[in-house]
C-alpha cells in the first residue's frame, strides 16, 4: 500500500489532514439541510408568527451532522498532535490514509443524510404549521434519519480511536 | 401509578333543576358528558325524547367571546408595563370571581368602548395614508402655478401628466410643435423617473397635440377632488394630517389608560367562555317534558362525591363498570417522580384504555438516556437549577410544567454522569488553568473518560438497550397474560427471551466460563426451533412454515433495536467533544488578562450555543428511543383523554376553598 501511496509522494501527515477535512464536509450537508428546513420555516412563520420557536427547533435538526464532522475532524487534529502544544507526530504514510479512510463515513453520510434530514425537516415544520401539538412527531420523523449519521459517527469514530501510532 | 378506572354513569334529573345542576357538575368538574346523537335515532329512545340545546345563546355568546378577544388584542398592543415573559393563569379564589360576575356588565362596557375606539384609530390611520398618499402625488407640482382643476379656457385646453425622462425633451418639443403652432408646453418639475410637463394648445390642435405626446410616452394626470393650486392643497392636507395625528395620540392616550382594565376584561372573557360551555354543553343532553337525561364518564374514586350531589339535587342515577374491551375516556394518575414523564407519553398518545400506561416503566430509562446523552456536570446543574427558577417564579401548568421539571429530574441525571465521565463543561477547568494561570490540574472521572474507553461506554449503552427493550417485551407479556393469551406470550415473548439471552451467552459468556457458552447454545437452538415451530401458529397451510421462518427473521429487527442504542455513546461523545472544542479555542489567546478575558467570551457564547445544542438533541433521541425501540414493543396509543365538563378558562384559575 506504501508504494502506492508514495506515488503521489504525499506525507503521512498530509493524509491525516485530508481526513481531518473531509470530515468536516459533513457540514456541507447541514447547510443545506437547514437551509432547506429554513425555508419552510420562513413559510410557516409568514403565516403566524407565534410559532417561531416551535419552527426553529425543528430547523436547528440538520445541524448536528455538520457537529458530528467538526467532532470528528477536532478528534484527528489532536491525535495527529496539531492542537497539543508539542507540534505534529512523525506519522507514515499508511498512517495518515488509514486516518483519511476513517473519515469518509462521517464525511460522506454526514452530507447526505443531513440534506436528507432537511427534507424531513421541512415536511415537520408544514406539520406544525397545521397542526402545533404534533411537534414532537415532526422531530421524531427528522431524528429517525440522524440514526445513520450517529452510526457513521461511531465507525469513524472507533476506527480513529483503534488506530495506533 | 397507571391508567385511573373510570365508571359509566347515566343520569336522569328534572328539568326546574337542570341549570343548577348543571352548574354544580361543572362546579364538581369530574364528569364527561357524552354527546346523545346515537339515542335521537334508536327506536326504543327517539319517540320519548328530544334534544335539548341553547344554540341562540351559544351563538350570542361566541360573538361576545371574539369582541372581547379583539378588546385584549387591542390593549395588548397599547400595554404600557413589563410584560411578564411566559403568560400563565392568574389564581382566582371563588369566592373573588363571583364578586366580580356582579359587576361584569360594566366591563362589558369597557370592552365596546375599546373596540370603538380601536376602530376609529384604524379608520384616523387609514385617513392619514391617504393624506400622505396625495401629498406624494402632488409633490412634482408644487410650482405650478395654476390650479389643478383648470383644463382650459374658452379658445384653449390644458392638460398636465408625465413622460419618462429617457425621452429626450427638446424630441418633445419639436414633436409638440410639428404638431401645431398654437401649442407650448412648460416642465414644471422632474425627478429620477419622470418629467411633470404641463401643456396649452389651441381646442381645434389639442388633439393632434395629445397625439404627438402620447408617441413620446405622455402619461396624462388628472386630479379629482382637488381644487386650487398644488401647494395650496399639500399646505392644507399637511394640516389635517397634523391634526389626525394629534386625534390618534388622543385616542391612543385613552387606550393607555384603558389598558389598566385589562386583567378585569381577562375575567370576564373567562366568565362569557364558562357561560358559553354551560349552554354548549345542553346540545349533549336530551329531554322530555318534565326531565332530562345525560350519560358519561366519571372517575371511580369520584363516585362517591357525584353520589352526594346527585342526591343532594333529587336525580336518578346508575354508576356501571364499562364491559370488558369497551374503550373509556383514559385519565392518568402517576406517581409524583414519574409525573413529568408523563409529557413524553402524551406527545406521543393517549394510552387506550385496555392498556398499561407506560409512563412509569419509561420515565427511569428516560431519565438515565438523557443525562448519558448530556453527560455534563456544568450542564445538569444549569439545567436544573433554570428550570427550578422557572418553576418558582411561574405559575407553570399543563404540558409546559411537566416538561420543565422533567428537564429539572434530567438535569440532576445528566450531573451524575457528567461526574462519572469528568465533564465538567468539558475540559473547562484543567484548560483554564493552564492556559490562565499556568498550574497543571487533572480532573479525574469517578468511572472513565469515555473518549479514551469508548468500547466500553459502547458495550455498556447496548446492554442498557437490551435491557430497556427486555422491559418492553416483559409489559406485552404481561398485557397477553392479563387478557388471557398466555400461549401468545409464550410463543412471542418467551421464546425470543430465551433465544436473545442464549445468543448473547454464546457469544460472549465464553469470557466467563465455558459452560455458558454450551448453556447459551442450547438456549438458542431451543428459543430458535420454538419459534420456527410456532410462529405460524394462526396461518394456514405453507403459512405455517413461512410465518416460522418469517418470525424468526424479526431478530435482524432486534440487531437494530439493540445498535440504535449506540446513539448514547455518540451523543454523549458530541457533547464532550465539542466542548473540548470551545475550551481549546478559548484557550488560544494564552495566558494573562487578556487570555483570560478570551476564555471567558468563548466559555460563554461556545457553551451556551452547544448546551441548546445538545439539550435539545438528548430530548429528541431519548424520546425517540422511548417511541420507536421501547413504545414499537407494547404500546398502541390512540386513547382519548378524560375531558369532563369543567370551567375551562384561559386568564384565571378558579380555586376552591378547600374544606
Redesign the interface.
Known amino acids: 500500500m506504501d508504494s502506492m501511496i508514495t506515488l503521489f509522494n504525499f506525507s503521512g501527515q498530509f493524509y491525516a489532514l485530508l481526513g481531518a477535512a473531509t470530515a468536516a464536509l459533513a457540514g456541507i450537508g447541514s447547510a443545506i439541510g437547514i437551509g432547506i428546513a429554513g425555508q419552510a420555516a420562513a413559510g410557516v412563520v409568514s403565516e403566524d408568527p407565534n410559532k417561531f420557536g416551535q419552527v426553529l427547533v425543528l430547523q436547528a435538526l440538520p445541524g448536528t451532522q455538520g457537529i458530528y464532522g467538526l467532532l470528528i475532524a477536532f478528534i484527528i487534529l489532536l491525535k495527529v498532535g496539531l492542537l497539543g502544544g508539542d507540534g505534529m507526530v512523525d506519522i507514515t504514510v499508511s498512517q495518515g490514509a488509514y486516518i483519511f479512510a476513517a473519515s469518509l463515513p462521517i464525511g460522506l453520510v454526514g452530507i447526505f443524510s443531513a440534506i436528507a434530514q432537511g427534507k424531513a425537516a421541512a415536511a415537520g415544520i408544514m406539520l406544525v404549521g397545521k397542526k402545533p401539538s404534533e411537534l414532537a412527531k415532526g422531530m421524531i420523523f427528522a431524528a429517525m434519519v440522524e440514526t445513520y449519521a450517529v452510526l457513521a459517527l461511531l465507525i469513524s469514530f472507533l476506527m480513529i480511536n483503534s488506530i495506533q501510532f | 401509578m397507571a391508567i385511573v378506572n373510570i365508571s359509566k354513569l347515566s343520569v336522569i334529573g328534572l328539568n326546574e333543576n337542570k341549570a343548577d345542576i348543571l352548574k354544580a357538575i361543572m362546579d364538581l368538574g369530574v364528569i364527561e358528558i357524552n354527546n346523545q346523537e346515537s339515542k335521537l335515532t334508536d327506536e326504543d329512545w327517539s319517540g320519548l325524547i328530544e334534544k335539548d340545546g341553547d344554540e341562540e345563546s351559544v351563538y350570542s355568546m361566541d360573538i361576545k367571546l371574539s369582541e372581547v378577544s379583539a378588546a385584549l388584542e387591542a390593549l395588548n398592543k397599547y400595554y404600557k408595563g413589563k410584560k411578564p415573559l411566559i403568560k400563565t393563569r392568574k389564581p382566582v379564589k371563588k369566592e373573588e370571581f363571583e364578586t366580580f360576575e356582579k359587576e361584569a356588565e360594566g366591563v362589558y362596557e369597557t370592552v365596546k368602548n375599546v373596540n370603538s375606539i380601536y376602530k376609529h384609530i384604524s379608520y384616523l390611520k387609514s385617513e392619514e395614508n391617504r393624506l400622505n398618499t396625495a401629498v406624494i402625488s402632488l409633490k412634482p407640482w408644487l410650482k405650478y402655478d395654476v390650479p389643478l382643476e383648470m383644463n382650459g379656457t374658452k379658445y384653449t385646453d390644458i392638460f398636465i401628466g408625465s413622460l419618462p425622462i429617457a425621452v429626450e425633451y427638446e424630441s418633445v418639443v419639436a414633436a409638440v410643435n410639428e404638431a401645431s403652432d398654437k401649442a407650448c408646453l412648460y416642465k414644471v418639475s422632474e425627478d429620477e423617473k419622470d418629467r411633470y410637463i404641463s401643456v396649452i394648445s389651441i381646442k381645434e390642435h389639442s388633439e393632434g397635440v395629445k397625439d404627438a405626446l402620447r408617441k413620446k410616452g405622455f402619461s396624462p394626470i388628472v386630479f379629482e377632488d382637488v381644487i386650487g393650486k398644488a401647494a395650496e392643497n399639500t399646505a392644507k392636507f399637511q394640516e389635517q394630517i397634523e391634526e389626525i395625528k394629534k386625534q390618534i395620540s388622543s385616542e391612543e392616550e385613552k387606550l393607555y389608560s384603558l389598558s389598566e382594565y385589562t386583567e378585569k376584561i381577562e375575567y370576564y372573557y373567562d366568565l362569557i367562555a364558562i357561560k358559553r360551555d354551560g349552554a354548549a354543553v345542553l346540545s349533549n343532553i336530551v329531554k322530555t317534558k318534565t326531565s332530562f337525561y345525560f350519560d358519561g364518564w366519571c372517575p371511580k374514586e369520584k363516585e362517591g362525591e357525584v353520589k352526594a350531589l346527585l342526591d343532594e339535587k333529587g336525580c336518578y342515577y346508575e354508576f356501571k363498570a364499562p364491559e370488558k374491551g369497551e374503550q373509556t375516556p383514559v385519565l392518568l394518575r402517576e406517581s409524583a417522580l414519574a409525573e413529568p414523564f408523563e409529557a413524553i407519553t402524551e406527545?406521543?398518545s393517549t394510552p387506550n384504555s385496555n392498556e398499561l400506561d407506560p409512563t412509569p416503566f419509561l420515565a427511569p430509562f428516560y431519565f438515565l438516556f438523557f443525562g448519558l446523552m448530556l453527560s455534563d456536570a456544568g450542564y445538569g446543574i444549569i439545567l436544573t437549577v433554570g428550570c427550578f427558577i422557572l418553576l418558582k417564579k411561574f405559575r407553570l401548568e399543563g404540558m409546559f410544567k411537566k416538561l420543565v421539571k422533567m428537564f429539572m429530574y434530567c438535569g440532576i441525571s445528566t450531573f451524575f454522569w457528567g461526574v462519572m465521565f469528568g465533564g465538567y463543561f468539558g475540559d473547562f477547568i484543567p484548560v483554564a488553568a493552564k492556559s490562565v494561570l499556568g498550574i497543571d490540574i487533572t480532573i479525574n472521572p469517578l468511572w472513565f473518560n469515555p473518549?479514551e474507553e469508548?468500547?466500553t461506554l459502547?458495550v455498556f449503552s447496548l446492554i442498557l438497550g437490551g435491557i430497556h427493550l427486555f422491559v418492553g417485551m416483559g409489559l406485552k407479556a404481561y398485557m397477553l397474560i392479563r387478557n388471557g393469551q398466555v400461549v401468545d406470550a409464550v410463543c412471542d415473548i418467551f421464546l425470543w427471551y430465551i433465544l436473545l439471552i442464549g445468543l448473547v451467552l454464546f457469544g460472549v459468556g465464553g469470557s466467563f466460563s465455558p459452560a455458558l457458552t454450551e448453556i447459551g447454545k442450547y438456549m438458542s437452538i431451543v428459543g430458535a426451533v420454538g419459534i420456527l415451530v410456532t410462529g405460524g401458529r394462526d396461518k394456514k397451510g405453507i403459512g405455517k412454515i413461512t410465518g416460522g421462518l418469517g418470525s424468526l427473521y424479526g431478530i435482524t429487527s432486534y440487531l437494530s433495536d439493540v445498535?440504535?442504542y449506540?446513539?448514547l455513546?455518540?451523543?454523549g461523545?458530541?457533547t464532550g467533544?465539542?466542548a473540548?472544542?470551545i475550551n481549546?479555542l478559548g484557550s488560544l489567546a494564552g495566558g494573562g488578562v487578556k487570555g483570560a478575558i478570551v476564555m471567558i467570551v468563548a466559555f460563554i457564547i461556545g457553551h451556551t450555543f452547544n448546551m441548546a445544542?445538545n439539550v435539545?438533541?438528548s430530548f429528541?433521541?431519548s424520546?425517540?428511543l422511548q417511541?420507536?425501540e421501547f413504545f414499537g414493543k407494547f404500546f398502541e396509543g390512540g386513547g382519548t383523554i378524560f375531558n369532563p365538563f369543567r370551567r375551562k378558562t384561559k386568564y384565571v384559575d378558579i380555586i376552591k376553598e378547600e374544606k
Do not use: C, E
Open positions: 406527545l406521543y473518549t469508548p468500547m459502547l445498535l440504535s449506540s446513539r455513546l455518540a451523543l461523545l458530541a467533544v465539542v473540548q472544542v481549546t445544542i435539545l438533541g429528541v433521541h424520546s425517540r417511541y420507536v
